[in-house]
């Protein structure tokens, strides 16, 4: 059994510069992609690799992880592959225009159980708002837990925000979800939830 080992978002206090993606990589195509808690980045570098014209960011608040999977993204060298140490609520704010994100990605979120940690869950009604702000016009935002409270909690904040859209039927969940928390929750037997929400 996983135990997970769990970084509180606030400890990092680092602001980002506004990124010019042309610069940085010349295929750019004008879509960004963005993945909060990319964990050992397994999805980042899959969906990195099969969208090359993409410019797909991470954001990992376990320097650790981080540094790996910067290794593995050298290693692969994929040019539009962006993973950075740090709370993705504040890479969210400082590096993205309003309007200018297509998807943004939450898979398998630190549940912080425990009353006084709630507010360092990611998905709150804030957050919520910054989301909307970057989204554009029809972007959207996928979601997936293996914790039941946890996926009630964040599908309530999502309805009650009356900012988004649930689109059941998304293939997207059969074709291209793949994360290391999935395989393990479904090792583990546990189920899994998940949606897409549309701006
Ligand atoms: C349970 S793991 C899931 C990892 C990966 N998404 C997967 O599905 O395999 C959650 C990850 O999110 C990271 N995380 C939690 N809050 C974060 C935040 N505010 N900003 C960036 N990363 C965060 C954690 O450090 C952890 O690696």
């Known amino acids: 059994m996983r135990v997970r080992t769990l970084v509180n978002p606030f400890s990092c206090v680092k602001r980002y510069p506004k990124p010019v993606w042309p610069e940085l990589f010349p295929a750019f195509c004008g879509i960004i ?93 804030p957050f919520l708002d910054l989301v909307h702000q970057k989204l554009k016009p029809d972007g959207c935002m996928y979601i997936a837990t293996d914790v039941p409270d946890l996926w009630a909690a964040m599908h309530e904040s999502i309805v009650s925000s009356q900012k988004f859209t649930h689109i059941t039927d998304d293939p997207f969940w059969t074709t291209l979800y793949h994360t290391r ?19």
């Open 33 to 125: 992609d963005v993945e909060i808690g990319c964990g050992t980045g397994s999805f980042l570098r899959n969906y990195a690799a099969a969208h090359p014209a993409h410019a797909v960011v991470g954001f990992e608040i376990r320097k650790k992880l981080v540094d790996a999977a910067q290794a593995k993204i050298a290693e692969q060298k994929l040019e539009n592959a962006f993973l950075l140490w740090g709370n993705g609520h504040t890479g969210l704010e400082d590096m993205f225009d309003n309007n200018s994100i297509d998807r943004l990605f939450i898979f398998h979120p630190d549940p912080w159980i425990k009353r006084h940690h709630l507010r360092r869950r990611i998905i709150n009604a």
């Open 181 to 199: 928390w999935k395989e393990m929750s479904i090792e583990q037997k546990r189920s899994l939830f998940y949606g897409t929400f549309q701006k």
